[in-house]
């Protein structure tokens, strides 16, 4: 009995012990903005979803149509020493843009349907990059502001003026503007990472 005993007080112990580490680190993981951030990804997402139904238009076709790199069946090698137009990018005429993580996304898709490139699909991942661009604007500003102090609704209303404001036409509508998207996206990522970092080295867990 007193053996059983002293094994229940210890996992007991053990299970608080636990819960006191881990939640800290389970509030910095915890969404911030809410409800905000489901909101701002389908406003964004419905300010685009006509986009769908468009073509490949100026710089597209120059970038995905005419681009050796993003036809089904190229070599994948030579995507990490051309330009985002498809030359070398040791040429004399090359713009000397270098984007390859975007070539690789456009490639995705001539892969996915194993043929040409088909306008709905770049214009459907786009407003989907668009969408989950605006549901990281809000849960940053509820993070930047702190919920306390109103952070909520500075997330709602930054968010919804980022998701309809219409210089996002261009990166969004257009398909090369896929750069500006991602790039957003990566940002957003390095904003959240940083501030996770921070968080656990105030609790001591980082070097």
């Keep these: 009995m007193l053996v059983r005993s002293v094994v229940r007080s210890s996992a007991r112990l053990s299970t608080e ?3 006191a580490l881990l939640a800290p680190h389970a509030r910095m993981f915890a969404c911030k903005a809410g409800w905000v951030v489901p909101l701002a990804f389908f406003v964004g997402l419905a300010c685009y979803i006509n986009c769908i139904a468009c073509d490949f238009v100026f710089d597209d076709r120059l970038a995905i149509l ?11 090698a030579p995507i990490w020493s051309n330009d985002f137009w498809g030359k ?13 993580l975007t070539i690789l996304s456009f490639r995705f898709h001539t892969w996915w349907r194993q043929g040409e490139p088909r306008p709905a699909d770049f214009h459907a ?3 989907l990059l668009h969408a989950l661009v ?3 604007v809000a849960e940053l500003a509820a993070r930047t502001c702190g919920v306390r102090s109103g952070g909520r609704r500075i997330a709602l209303l930054s968010s ?3 998701a309809a404001h219409p210089i996002h036409v261009e990166a969004v509508t257009g398909t090369v503007g896929r750069a500006e998207l991602l790039c957003a996206l990566a ?5 959240a990472s940083h501030g996770v970092a921070a968080g656990m080295a ?6």
């Design 17 to 19: 012990l636990e819960g």
């Design 66 to 76: 005419n681009n050796k790199d993003v036809q089904h069946g190229a070599a994948l």
């Design 88 to 100: 070398g990018l040791q040429m004399h005429d090359s713009h000397k843009s270098y984007r390859p």
């Design 125 to 127: 991942a786009n407003a």
């Design 134 to 136: 605006c549901g990281c």
């Design 160 to 162: 919804l003026l980022f």
């Design 187 to 191: 940002c957003m990522a390095g904003f």
């Design 202 to 207: 105030s609790h001591g867990v980082a070097a």
